[in-house]
């Protein structure tokens, strides 16, 4: 990083440094490890393992388990899943309530119905 940096604070900055080095440390280890021909050639060790990768597999696989329901996780399936369906039913539910009384009225003639076996 720049020292020409005035917005943040040098703790801050410190702290920013510390990980750009740490990444680039982690970085260069994996790109060491993942072109070793020796490794990968190797039959029992043909893979480069990575434990924040075992982690997140182990995370997602019993992610159920450690569910807890809340507002948070209520919002999404109402907002996406049943508010558009409710008001699709709605919709669907008035425009065919008022077909069917325009058809029984006699607004619409029979050579007019688009749907004449309803």
């Known amino acids: ?6 917005d943040i604070p040098p703790e801050r900055q410190q702290v ?6 740490r990444r ?12 070793n021909p020796f490794k990968i050639s190797d039959k ?6 990575d434990p924040a990768m075992q982690r997140y597999g182990a995370l997602k696989v ?11 996780t209520f919002k999404y399936p109402f ?5 558009p369906f409710t008001i699709t039913s709605y919709m669907m539910y008035t425009d ?17 119905r688009t749907f004449k076996f309803m």
């Open 44 to 49: 029992s060790q043909g893979h480069l393992f």
């Open 62 to 72: 019993t992610e159920y388990e450690r569910f807890k329901p809340n507002l948070k």
């Open 16 to 21: 920013l440094r510390e990980n750009a080095s």
């Open 96 to 112: 065919r309530k008022n077909k069917e009384e325009r058809f029984r009225s006699g607004l619409v003639s029979y050579k007019e």
């Open 79 to 83: 907002w996406i899943l049943i508010v």
């Open 24 to 35: 680039m440390e982690l970085r260069n280890y994996f790109l060491k490890e993942s072109s």
């Open 1 to 6: 990083m720049s020292k020409q940096v005035y």
